[in-house]
């Protein structure tokens, strides 16, 4: 697995100034991402984050690129308040964005970390919790 994937490095690592994000999955073997996160952090030396943001998934992101901060800048652009802001999420990739925005909502199936960082907790992603919440947010 490794092999193959450092094989597979030189083709991207040209690319990584236009990337945003890059995504590593792997369901059948997951401690294979421990080992390709650890290659990811002695390859590019502090200059990426690297989340394991749920137990199938790695992510790879520039060095104080998260969820918070995007959409800290969408809201400065368009002139919106943080707390006039609604957010959902489920893993600890969230916890910044959820504790930052003017209400947090955590699915009942989110990481602990998420649901003590967000005001309130809905139904799963298996319920439609946050389908749910929108509409009876919205027949009010």
């Not at 100034?17 to 990811?40: H, P, Q, T």
Request: hydrophobic share 45%; with cysteine; glycine share 10%.
């Amino acid at each position: 697995m490794m092999l193959k994937c450092w094989q597979q490095w030189g083709a991207i690592t040209g690319k990584l100034a236009d990337a945003n994000k890059c995504l590593v999955v792997d369901s059948y073997m997951r401690e294979n991402l421990i080992e390709i996160g650890r290659v990811f952090e002695e390859t590019l030396k502090g200059r990426v984050d690297i989340l394991h943001t749920s137990i199938s998934l790695v992510e790879v992101m520039p060095k104080g690129v998260t969820k918070e901060t995007g959409i800290r800048k969408l809201a400065d652009g368009m002139g919106i308040p943080l707390d006039e802001i609604m957010a959902f999420g489920d893993f600890n990739n969230d916890v910044e964005m959820l504790a930052a925005v003017g209400l947090g909502l955590a699915v009942e199936n989110a990481s602990s970390r998420a649901k003590t960082a967000a005001d309130l907790v809905i139904g799963s992603v298996e319920e439609h919790g946050p389908a749910k919440f929108l509409q009876e947010l919205l027949d009010r």
